[in-house]
């Protein structure tokens, strides 16, 4: 992604298959997250710093936005239908926030493994850098997730549209810590059957 000449990357993480990460984002800073190879969904949580009760809800999000899609503008509300984040630019165009991030039970009742890496467990853990570890991890917003509704209102997992290098850019609005994983679903169209890193940068103002 080219940066613009009034922005300088501060912090820039990579995440792992099979993994998350945690960051902070301080008000007026940008986080991008960046496709690497394409077709990898990214698991996205995000909690106000002051107040770790408060975090972006994708249920409210619906209700404020009257919609199921996101798009550019957009913001990011909290379960207190405050907005956390605002999306500014977005190179896909196609995300998720329906699904709950995989866990434990969905690899044990529905593939019968015990031991398969999961989103909810790795963002858990990836909050724990932030002393977050102890909360209920929160439904996620699913970047690059590709849900289409057939002619019944169903839903079909397609695999993602995102090519290596897309990305999405979002504005921390207040003081924020974030979490992404590297989706580990592996055995379903959900990432294109292969689980592949994500880059995590946060940009900051020149002057």
């Keep these: 992604m080219p940066i613009d000449h009034k922005y300088r990357i501060k912090e820039e993480i990579i995440i792992p298959p099979y993994e998350a990460r945690s960051m902070?984002?301080?008000?007026?800073?940008?986080?991008v997250i960046i496709d690497?190879?394409?077709?990898?969904?990214?698991?996205?949580?995000?909690?106000?710093l002051k107040d770790h009760n408060e975090h972006v809800s994708p249920v409210h999000m619906r209700a404020s936005l009257s919609?199921?899609?996101?798009?550019?503008?957009?913001?990011?509300?909290?379960?207190r239908r405050r907005p956390l984040m605002q999306l500014l630019q977005d190179t896909v165009g196609k995300h998720d926030f329906f699904f709950p991030a995989c866990d434990y039970y969905r690899y044990k009742v529905d593939f019968?493994?015990?031991?398969?890496?999961?989103c909810h467990d790795n963002l858990n853990r990836s909050l724990?850098?932030?002393?977050?570890?102890?909360?209920p991890v929160p439904d996620p917003i699913n970047w690059f997730m590709n849900n289409v509704l057939d002619e019944e209102g169903d839903y079909v997992i397609a695999e993602p549209l995102s090519k290596p290098g897309d990305f999405v850019r979002?504005?921390?609005?207040?003081?924020?810590?974030?979490?992404?994983?590297t989706c580990s679903q592996d055995m379903a169209p959900v990432n294109g059957f292969s689980v592949t890193s994500l880059k995590l940068q946060v940009l900051n103002k020149t002057r």
């Design 24 to 31: 902070l984002v301080k008000a007026g800073e940008e986080l």
């Design 36 to 48: 690497m190879e394409g077709k990898q969904v990214g698991d996205f949580v995000c909690f106000s």
């Design 67 to 79: 919609s199921i899609r996101l798009k550019e503008g957009d913001f990011l509300y909290s379960n």
């Design 112 to 118: 019968h493994l015990e031991d398969h890496p999961n």
């Design 128 to 135: 724990e850098t932030y002393s977050l570890g102890h909360l």
């Design 170 to 181: 979002l504005k921390a609005l207040e003081d924020v810590v974030i979490a992404c994983s």
